[in-house]
Each structure stands twice: as structure tokens, then as C-alpha cells.
């Protein structure tokens, strides 16, 4: 947690009516997107100008989240997005701490930008580029901290049901609807408390996971017909082309969740899914692993990217079939 003195300071900033800009980190998920728009509604409270800004589009998934339609994406309105950074009093930036995880082109902006930051995240290895810095691998979810957050600045009875339906949102996809290691007694606290704020969460629980369209369950099938299993290197991996997303009518958030399988298979300890876009010219990968093998070391030593632990996501350059032998070549180096 912040110290006292952190907390005192950020608390007297926020006394008076201010421009605040909130940024998540580009392909944002459930918890980049639940602890922005959680804090996006408390900060209105407190009277301020509030404005959340996407580096690009969010899954459709989580369309419904509360003023989701007022999210700026930056990538797409490049010229309302700009002038809003500029003129910010104070940026938040959450579920990330690195510049570059907002993308290249929202990466060059922000780097120009002397406006103070609070950065509020949960992963390793924080830079070092806000003013304040809340930063804890403890905590499985970034809406979490932002419960806490608020918390330590005095105003829980802020959280209403649009805060708490938000926070609750990024908890249980952050943390595998409460089963990855990270999900602690204070996690089902804070669940507990958001509860009693008068939120529905059986329904949110349906609109993120029971909700699908048949061409995202189509795809799911896709990928499960094309999972491998490595049994020498306790590994399996999916790949899909972009002719296959293609034949299946991709949209954004439709693969959310699917390298889950690859590691709920027996005696399987590390999976990857690789997803080619070819718009991007880069194959998109998402690490999973049980017990002590560190994926967020793996994706960056290897794959350009990082994470947690359990939990990590990378890139590659790379053709798919090269990325794919890449990934399977390095668990063979590593287990000599």
C-alpha cells in the first residue's frame, strides 16, 4: 500500500475539482477494464472531470460494463484522445507498469507528457515513471488494489453498485471466478463487501461466461482440435491462423480464457496459445503454468512481453509455425 504521507498527498490533490484522465494497458481485459471504469465512477464522485481512454477496443464481452459507450479509444480518435492527455491535472494508469504495455503509438505520447501519474497495478517489475506508485505482486487483481485504494482514502461509502459491479468484474476474471492462488481470505472480503454494496453477482458471472455467441464456441472448438500436447516437456500449446479466426468471425475477447485448457489437462504444468494478426504482423501469445514454473521470466526472456508468475503474454515477429517451434525448442533447451 501507499504510506500515509502518499495517501495524505494524493487525498489533498483529489480535494479539489481536477481533469483526470484513466489509461489501461492496450487489449484491455476484465480487470484492466473493471478497475478503470471503478475508478472512473468513484472519481466522479469527488466532482471531478473524468475521462477513461483505451489505447484500443475492448472485448464486446464487456460491453455492458456502465459507461463502457463513453470509453475514448485511442487508436481509433487519436485527435479527441491527444488534447485530453495534454490537458490532464493527473493520469491514472492501471493494470500495468510499463509505458510501452499502452502500445507503440499511445507509448511515443505518454513519454512526452510531464503531467503527474498514479500508477495502481499488480505485476513485476514496476518502472519507474508515476509520481505515486502502488505496486503488490500480492494481489491477484488490480480491482482489488483499487477497493483497498479508496478504502485508504476514507470514502468506502462511496462504493456504490456501478463501483462494486466494476471491481467485482476484474476480481473474478482476474482471478479464474476464485480459484488461481492468488485469491486470498481479504479477496473474498472485499468480494463480500462489494456484494452487500447490492450487486447481482450471478448475472455478471452469466454476461462474462454464459454469454457466447455460436461462432465464439465454434472457435473455442477450433482451438481445442488444434491443442498439442508435449508430455516430455509437461506442456501443451494452441495455435490459431488468422484464416482460422477468419473462418469463425473474430472479435475481440472471442479467445479469452481458452489457453485455460491447455493446462487443465493431467501432468501438464506449462501451456501457450498463439494467436497470429496479421494486421499487427505479430503472433500473440498467452502463457500459463502451475507450481513454480515462471512464465512471466519466460515471456521475457523470450517472447517480448511479461506478467505474473502463473499468468504472462508476449509477442512474436515471427511466422506462427516459427513461433510455435521457437516455444517448443526452448522447453527443450531448458530441460537439459
Not at 263 to 290: M, P
Amino acid at each position: 500500500m501507499l504510506s500515509e504521507k502518499e495517501i495524505t498527498e494524493i487525498k489533498s490533490l483529489l480535494n479539489t475539482p481536477k481533469k483526470i484522465t484513466i489509461i489501461s494497458h492496450r487489449n484491455p481485459d476484465g480487470d484492466a477494464m473493471g478497475s478503470s471504469l471503478g475508478l472512473l465512477h468513484f472519481l466522479k464522485q469527488l466532482n471531478h472531470e473524468v475521462i477513461f481512454i483505451s489505447p484500443n477496443e475492448f472485448p464486446d464481452f464487456l460491453a455492458w460494463l456502465p459507461e463502457t459507450n463513453k470509453v475514448v479509444i485511442f487508436e481509433r480518435e487519436y485527435d479527441k484522445a491527444l488534447p485530453i492527455l495534454q490537458k490532464s491535472d493527473l493520469i491514472f494508469t492501471l493494470d500495468f507498469n510499463a509505458i510501452h504495455r499502452t502500445g507503440d503509438a499511445m507509448q511515443k505520447i505518454l513519454e512526452t507528457l510531464s503531467n503527474p501519474m498514479i500508477m495502481i497495478d499488480h505485476h513485476q517489475f514496476p518502472d519507474d515513471y508515476a509520481k505515486y506508485t502502488f505496486s503488490d505482486v500480492s494481489y491477484g487483481s488490480t480491482c482489488q488494489m483499487i477497493y483497498d485504494f479508496i478504502n485508504a482514502l476514507g470514502y468506502n461509502n462511496l462504493i456504490n453498485k456501478e463501483i462494486a459491479t466494476c471491481l467485482y468484474t476484474g476480481i473474478v476474471t482476474d482471478s479464474g471466478s476464485f480459484r488461481f492462488p492468488k485469491t486470498t481470505s481479504e479477496t473474498h472480503k472485499c468480494v463480500a463487501n462489494l456484494i452487500e454494496k447490492g450487486i447481482n453477482n450471478s448475472e455478471i458471472h452469466n454476461l462474462l461466461f454464459d454469454n457466447s455467441s455460436y461462432e465464439r464456441l465454434q472457435l473455442l472448438g477450433k482451438a481445442l482440435q488444434n491443442l498439442r500436447v508435449l508430455p516430455e516437456y509437461k506442456a501443451s500449446y494452441i495455435s490459431l491462423s488468422q484464416e482460422e479466426l477468419n473462418a469463425f468471425d473474430y472479435k475481440k475477447g472471442d479467445t479469452e480464457g481458452i489457453v485455460n485448457y491447455g493446462l487443465s489437462i493431467q501432468g501438464i504444468i506449462v501451456t501457450a496459445i498463439f494467436i497470429e494478426n496479421k494486421e499487427e504482423g505479430i503472433i500473440k501469445i498467452s502463457f500459463r503454468s502451475q507450481g513454480d514454473f515462471d512464465v512471466n521470466e519466460f515471456a521475457r526472456k523470450h517472447f517480448n512481453g511479461g506478467g505474473h508468475i502463473n499468468a504472462a503474454g508476449g509477442k512474436s515477429f515471427s511466422s506462427l509455425e516459427e513461433t510455435v517451434n521457437q516455444f517448443i525448442a526452448i522447453l527443450a533447451e531448458e530441460k537439459k
